[in-house]
């Protein structure tokens, strides 16, 4: 098993930033990629940004250029800095561990984001 824990979130203005950080705890070290989705209301759950144990990073479209996902070098907290945050990334952030060997994943409880326009 493999426990996340989050903080970072918040309301924010459009324009503004906001940093997230999460944890993993548990079984981590396989090889496992860590990452961050979102869900806005009425909308599916999906990708924002995702880092492969080996360092590779993955963004959506929409949040190129603007957020950027970073690790300590215990490979155990990530964290993602949104920059430029505009009113259509309001969402509940989820902390998402996925272990490739074994094939499971697991979430956080997420955390709110707001931007107001």
């Known amino acids: 098993q493999v426990q996340l824990v989050e903080s970072g979130g918040g309301l924010v203005q459009a324009g503004g930033s906001l940093r997230l950080s999460c944890t993993a705890s548990g079984s981590t070290g396989d090889i496992h990629t860590m990452g961050w989705h979102r869900q806005a209301p009425g909308k599916q759950r999906e990708l924002v940004a995702s880092?492969?144990?080996?360092?590779?990073?993955n963004y959506a479209d929409s949040v190129e250029g603007r957020f950027f996902i970073s690790r300590d070098k215990a490979k155990t907290t990530i964290y993602l800095q949104m920059n430029s945050l505009k009113p259509e990334d309001t969402a509940v952030y989820y902390c998402?561990?996925?272990?490739?060997?074994?094939?499971?994943?697991?979430w956080g409880q997420g955390t709110q984001v707001t931007v107001s326009s």
């Open positions: 998402n561990y996925y272990r490739w060997i074994r094939g499971d994943e697991f």
């Open positions: 880092m492969l144990s080996s360092g590779s990073v």
